[in-house]
Each structure stands twice: as C-alpha cells, then as structure tokens.
C-alpha cells in the first residue's frame, strides 16, 4: 500500500537554526512528493515539489526538501529558521493507484522559538 | 493568496440541517478537489471534479454531494448534519485533471463548519 508518514508530530527549533521536517513515503510507481505550509486558521499553501531531476528542491519563503531514493525521503529544510516559519507543515506524495490522488502525510507542527 | 475563494468562512448550524459551501477556482483551473480537515483525522479528501465531471472520489460520505458548474465554480453540499461534520472543508484546485501526476493543488482559505 502507498503512504507517506510524518514521523514527528512536532519539532522545536530556536530562531535562526537550521530546521528539518522528516517525510518518508512509499509508492508502487515514481514518487511525485510535495510539501504545504499552513498557518493557523489559513489554507495550505504550496511550498514546493519533487517531480524528477535535481534531488535539491528549493520552494517558497526559502524552504528547500531533499530527495533521497535509497531512503525513500523527503525532508523538507531550512537554514535559519525564523519565528514566523511556525506552522503545520503537510508532506503528500502521488496516489498512483488510487485515480492519482494525493495521500497526505499528519502534519507536522512546527514551533520556532524566539 | 492563492486565487481560489472559498464562502462562507463560517457557518454555525444545527443537527439535521443541510448546508452548501462554495468554491470559484484559479482562473484556467478545470479542476476542483475538496477535502475534510478535522483535529482527529488530519485531511481527508473528498472528491475531485475535472471541467463538470466527476473525476475521483475518496472518503465522502453518502450525506454529502457535490457538483462543478458550467463556469467551474463548485459546490459541496451535506445534508442530515451531524456533530462529527464539524470541520474546515478546503476547496483546491490545479490546471489539469491530474493523470499527469505533476499537477500542484492550490487550497481556497476555507470553510469552517461548526455542527451544534
């Protein structure tokens, strides 16, 4: 079966540290991942994809996700973590046979502290 | 702001009673999804419609229906409401219907539904 696990249900990072929010999945065909931020009381936002290429995404608000196939991984990072980046933060992956759906992983929160 | 709107942004209503939720996407989008976002069960989708058809469906239930207009604006409506109703419901939308696997969803502010 497809899925993708977050397997931290909330991080904690000081301001201006490096961030990382882990994503694993498992696919039958290639592994399409995405990353969406949302902020309390917000929809999701898009941050960024990994569709083919170069294994270093880099997305929006200076977020990048690194892929990694041995590992099947797609942890999404940044390099100084600000107090806004605070949020929940939702890794999907490609449902290849499920009518090409997105299978969500739970959410991360993440808590930048000052 | 992603371009997709969403009304109402709340909607208080009673068990039993029946409410519909609209969604107007991306201008281009030929495709609208909606999903169910609780405290105990994370996203959940719902269904997907492509240019007025019905593309895909996930975990909607029977008390729930939706439906893409002419103009691609949709509607998701429920019906018999129950307490576990009580969610946000996101509308998303993206350029094609998907097949491609490399479409990006952008998600609507939402609606959030209080069953009382």
């Known amino acids: 079966a497809q899925s993708v696990a977050q397997p931290e249900d909330q991080v904690n990072v000081a301001e201006g540290n490096p961030l990382t929010v882990k994503c694993t999945y498992s696919?039958?065909?290639?592994?399409?991942l995405f990353w969406y931020v949302q902020y309390p009381n917000r929809g999701l936002q898009f941050l960024l994809k990994?569709?083919?290429?170069d294994n270093l995404v880099k997305g929006s608000y200076g977020f990048e996700a690194e892929f990694n196939k041995s590992q099947t991984s797609f942890h999404l990072k940044k390099p100084s973590a600000l107090v806004s980046d605070s949020a929940l933060y939702f890794c999907?992956?490609?449902?290849?046979?499920?009518?090409?759906?997105?299978?969500w992983g739970a959410g991360t929160k993440l808590i930048i502290k000052p | 702001d992603s371009g997709v709107t969403q009304t109402p942004k709340h909607l208080i209503t009673a068990t039993g009673q029946r409410v519909t939720l609209r969604c107007s996407p991306r201008?281009?989008?030929?495709?609208v999804y909606w999903y169910q976002q609780s405290l105990d069960q994370g996203l959940q989708f719902l269904i997907q419609?492509?240019?007025?058809?019905?593309?895909a469906k996930g975990n909607i239930l029977e008390r729930f229906s939706a439906q893409q207009f002419p103009d691609l604006h949709s509607e998701l409506n429920l019906s018999s409401l129950e307490l576990g109703d009580s969610a946000l419901y996101f509308c998303?939308?993206?350029?094609?219907?998907?097949?491609?696997?490399?479409?990006?969803?952008?998600f609507g502010p939402g609606t959030r539904l209080t069953v009382l």
């Open positions: 998303a939308s993206s350029t094609t219907s998907g097949t491609g696997g490399t479409d990006t969803q952008y």
């Open positions: 201008s281009g989008d030929l495709s």
């Open positions: 419609y492509y240019n007025g058809e019905e593309r």
């Open positions: 696919v039958s065909g290639n592994p399409y």
């Open positions: 990994y569709i083919t290429g």
């Open positions: 999907a992956v490609r449902d290849w046979d499920s009518n090409y759906q997105l299978i």
